[in-house]
């Protein structure tokens, strides 16, 4: 099993930016993808940002040239470097780490919050 904590998240205005961390412990060396969702008020949860382990990346439209999502393998964390934040990007982040069998784990989510 595996468990993923996040942090990062925050209040920032427009235009700023935020870092947001995912930090995985236990069973992490079947893990076959790891990416961060987010979730607003009233809307479904959707894919921000995902990586596989052999590092290929995809991004939802909104937040291409935007966020930037990597990893770091020795600290088995995977970031979501978030610039030019605009207010529809407020909502829950969560991350999920997605096992070689297909079992999915998330974390507890950070809230990011965007002032106009």
């Known amino acids: 099993q595996v468990q993923l904590v996040e942090s990062g998240g925050g209040l920032v205005q427009a235009g700023g930016s935020l870092r947001l961390s995912c930090a995985a412990s236990g069973r992490i060396s079947s893990i076959n993808f790891m990416g961060w969702y987010r979730q607003a008020p009233g809307k479904q949860r959707e894919l921000v940002a995902g990586?596989?382990?052999?590092?290929?990346?995809n991004y939802e439209d909104s937040v291409k040239g935007r966020f930037t999502i990597s990893r770091d393998n020795a600290k088995n964390t995977v970031y979501l470097q978030m610039n030019s934040l605009k207010p529809e990007d407020t909502a829950v982040y969560y991350c999920k780490a997605v096992y070689a069998n297909g079992s999915p784990y998330w974390g507890q989510g950070t809230q990011v919050t965007v002032s106009s």
């Open positions: 990586i596989t382990s052999g590092g290929s990346t």
